[in-house]
């Protein structure tokens, strides 16, 4: 069965009302989950978060374009996080039995539907564009909502699908497909911030380390301690347990300890099987031996093999 | 949401129609998941493996008593497995948003209406039962079929319920509930046996180690290699990770590595989670912060935490 994530950041986060509308939408529609919304009135900003097969998870994002198109004027938006359109981003992530190019196809049906039923102009971004500078949401959304007009209407910046002038109160969207973002820190046993730093910097694809991870140093005033926080924006390419293990080693050579570390929010059951897998030094596992996934999958009848007879005269 | 796993071990591994009659019943009962089914002929037994919610997996192991009661006589039932009963043994397993108590009570209920359905006598096992000499199974289980009548007019063994005297042809069935079981595998670089038996005696609960393993060293003669084959009959209280690092550090005492480990068939996504939390020191995790046991359970809106804040000013 498959599984995709889909995460719209929606240029409201004040009306109560208004957000909790458009998370109903989501909640009504068959065949997905909303797992989490949040609002932050400062950003003017909500993020919902759900996940369901691919049938369901277009009908939801089409019902949050409904609610969201009608009722939010981006010409009286104001908000410290910058924004291009009503339903800003939309990043359609594989979970389970889907793979990326899946996602892909998902976007561009769906880019195709926002700009065909509201008029609204879609941007494809990350995986789901083809166009290497297009593919960072930073650089599509420079400019914002008011600059619109005059980037739409330079060379290169057609969009990908509708009408190449904004929409006059939704503006513009971008739409995409991307891996699972693991927002993930690393708690160091010392105050030291420039060893947090060192670390940072060691680690992060900016200045030479890990191609997904993203990290900066931070004093925890209230511990006395500091932290190494990072996104780790692909888990598979540049898995959990590496970035543990190469900040443990870097630390140690400052003589400190790693304390603990945690995961910030949501992140799929294989990331976390990785690191075991890696620990464990396990050979030929599969998802499918995880019984909650073989509850999502389909049942296969089997001969005991002769590891299973094995078990059996154990004592 | 309330998740229960089954496994009845049913008293036919030779009538492949039978065999299927069984696992259909299953198939088509709502709320539960066939997993898996497989059948040894030689032992002339079957195991289904199915999960889903307390009334589902109630509706489903009735109807399994309901083709096998009707379709399997002891009496001419011949097979290496010992046996008791057509419905031999029936474990309800806990896996997730559910407790121990929850499945014993659900055993419990279980074995009042196989015995009041069918008139089969019900010995209860494992933490279902309440008395010191009949939570094993091997106990239970001793004499088979053919010494059920004695065995049941000796003082201490009538059944938790039903009549005092076996059913003609389905014998007596056992109905408890334990943790997963994990069968869980080490190989190790070397050929020496010898190295294998002891470590496995040095970690099985009956020669001194941890309480909750099994294991054996075994010669993998194709390869070359030994192995220390276990199975965890509680990986919360004597977790996979401290039963990996306890084999490492025996084995480095006869200069041996470890080569791989593996798990053999299913496995609960928490037996794995534990490795991951500890290897990478996680703090303050949660099962609701995977994605997928999120999209079984409720969905709560919260406010952005000060985390989240810190984790998008990283660039």
């Known amino acids: 069965m498959a599984l995709i994530e889909c995460i719209p950041n929606v240029s409201d986060g004040r009306r109560a009302e208004l957000i909790e509308r458009i998370a109903s939408a989501v909640s009504v529609t068959p065949g997905v989950r909303l797992l989490d919304h949040s609002s932050d009135p400062s950003h003017n900003r909500s993020v919902f978060t759900f996940a369901g097969d691919t049938d369901g998870v277009e009908r939801a994002i089409m019902a949050v374009f409904d609610v969201a198109v009608a009722n939010i004027d981006l010409r009286s938006h104001k908000g410290e996080h910058p924004r291009l359109g009503a339903v800003d981003v939309v990043p359609f992530v594989p979970i389970e039995g889907v793979t990326m190019a899946d996602c892909v196809a998902l976007a561009k049906k769906v880019g195709a539907a926002v700009a065909a039923r509201f008029g609204v102009p879609v941007y494809l971004y990350e995986e789901a564009s083809d166009n290497p500078v297009r593919k960072n949401l930073e650089d599509i959304r420079r400019g914002e909502f008011e600059g619109l007009p005059t980037k739409m209407a330079t060379a290169g910046w057609a969009p990908d699908f509708g009408p190449a002038t904004p929409h006059p109160t939704a503006g513009a969207s971008v739409i995409g497909a991307r891996m699972a973002l693991v927002a993930y820190n690393i708690n160091l046993a010392t105050d030291r911030l420039d060893v947090a730093k060192k670390i940072a910097s060691a680690i992060r694809h900016s200045s030479g380390g890990y191609r997904y991870v993203k990290a900066a140093g931070f004093k925890l005033e209230d511990r006395g301690i500091v932290q190494v926080s990072m996104n780790l924006t692909n888990y598979e390419k540049t898995p959990i347990f590496r970035v543990f293990e190469t900040v443990k080693r870097e630390a140690a050579r400052y003589g400190v ?14 990331a976390l099987t990785a690191a075991a897998e890696f620990y464990l030094q396990m050979a030929g596992f599969t998802p499918q031996q995880i019984l909650e996934t073989r509850l999502r999958a389909e049942s296969t009848p089997h001969q005991q093999d002769q590891q ?3 078990q059996s005269v154990i004592n």
Do not use: D, Q, T, Y
């Open 308 to 310: 299973s007879v094995i």
């Open 257 to 270: 300890a790693i304390l603990e570390s945690e995961i910030v929010g949501l992140v799929p059951s294989a």
